[in-house]
């Protein structure tokens, strides 16, 4: 069956870095698009970047544009979110998220925090 895991989440200063990851089974990892969200507290969970199958296409929400870079590994089926000059708006529980055969499936997240 279709595994997420995010991993890598913590507790950082303001202009500080964390990179997330996440590793996914149960698929074929090279041939989806994969997607991570994020959801603050009180919030909805909103789209912050997706990364084509190959990795040759990105895009990113307009609030982490130049700040957050994904990326991902075919070969360890993983995808990354490298996390760069951080704020405390960027405080959430991150998702990754795959659209497999119809369905969504999501990891249980990983919080980061983003405080002094």
């Known amino acids: 069956q279709v595994q997420l895991v995010e991993s890598g989440g913590g507790l950082v200063q303001p202009g500080g870095s964390l990179r997330l990851s996440c590793a996914a089974s149960?698929?074929?990892?090279?041939?989806?698009?994969m997607t991570w969200y994020r959801q603050a507290p009180g919030k909805e969970r909103d789209l912050v970047a997706v990364?084509?199958?190959?990795?040759?296409?990105?895009n990113y929400a307009d609030s982490v544009k130049g700040r957050f870079t994904i990326s991902r590994d075919n070969a360890k089926n993983t995808v990354y979110l490298q996390m760069n000059n951080l704020k405390p708006d960027d405080t959430a529980v991150y998702y990754c998220?795959?659209?497999?055969?119809?369905?969504?499936?999501w990891g249980q997240g990983t919080q980061v925090t983003v405080s002094s």
């Open positions: 990364i084509s199958s190959a990795g040759d296409n990105t």
């Open positions: 998220n795959v659209h497999y055969w119809g369905r969504t499936y």
């Open positions: 149960g698929f074929t990892f090279s041939s989806y698009f």
